[in-house]
T-cell receptor
Framework: GAGVSQSPSNKVTEKGKDVELRCDPI?????LYWYRQSLGQGLEFLIY????????KSGLPSDRFSAERTGGSVSTLTIQRTQQEDSAVYLC????????????FGPGTRLLVL | AQSVTQPDIHITVSEGASLELRCNYS??????LFWYVQSPGQGLQLLLK??????LVQGIKGFEAEFKRSQSSFNLRKPSVHWSDAAEYFC??????????FGDGTTLTVKP
């Protein structure tokens, strides 16, 4: 079956521009996560959606970052006024919901801010 | 606050040798613990997970991990490493509310 997909796979932008990253979770998965992986670093938790509950935004690094999930499915991570330190791989994962469930990861979007 | 520490940034083992990757966590309640592997050019894949019960859990590809509450550890082991095991390994703790915290990863190199 189809896994988690993310688009674009690569994005190059200029400092100060806004970018939108998209995540299509596995059908039927109620939980969706966004992470950031900088070069040589682990995964940094950004935001977590579970069903219709209010998302856990505690990991968003600044108010330039926002995310939404429409219809409980597709999610968009938006970074406004991008900075060079935003350059990283942005990973999305989905699960059936519940903390014991396996997270299935997408291939990531590699963002480069010039 | 929850946290995960993987003390070894890089480990090199010979093919056929045993492997142990260390993971220490900090969490106030019973942790939900996971090990994921990220192979070059591939996405993260679950190796195994622990919630409760038997403290020794078996995973895919011949991996196992042991939960030791007294040491706040969840070390990953494999008796005999194969060249295809070369990858980056991440330990993670998930809270009751679903927040995931990953360690910085351990890169495994396998010598022929």
């Amino acid at each position: 079956g189809a896994g988690v997909s993310q688009s674009p796979s690569n994005k190059v932008t200029e400092k100060g521009k806004d970018v939108e990253l998209r995540c299509d979770p596995i059908s039927g998965h109620t939980a969706l996560y966004w992470y950031r992986q900088s070069l040589g670093q682990g995964l940094e938790f950004l935001i977590y959606f579970q069903g219709n509950s209010a998302p856990d935004k505690s990991g968003l690094p600044s108010d330039r970052f926002s995310a939404e999930r429409t219809g409980g499915s597709v999610s968009t991570l938006t970074i406004q006024r991008t900075q060079q330190e935003d350059s990283a791989v942005y990973l999305c994962a989905s699960s059936l919901g519940g903390v014991k469930e396996t997270q299935y990861f997408g291939p990531g979007t590699r963002l480069l801010v010039l | 606050a929850q946290s995960v520490t993987q003390p070894d940034i890089h480990i090199t083992v010979s093919e056929g040798a045993s492997l142990e990757l260390r993971c220490n966590y900090s969490y106030g309640a019973t942790p939900y613990l996971f090990w994921y592997v990220q192979s070059p050019g591939q996405g993260l894949q679950l190796l195994l997970k622990y919630f409760s019960g038997d403290t020794l859990v078996q995973g895919i590809k011949g991996f196992e991990a042991e939960f030791k509450r007294s040491q706040s550890s969840f070390n990953l082991r494999k008796p005999s490493v194969h060249w295809s095991d070369a990858a980056e390994y991440f330990c993670a703790v998930v809270s009751n509310a679903g927040k995931s915290t990953f360690g910085d990863g351990t890169t495994l190199t396998v010598k022929p």
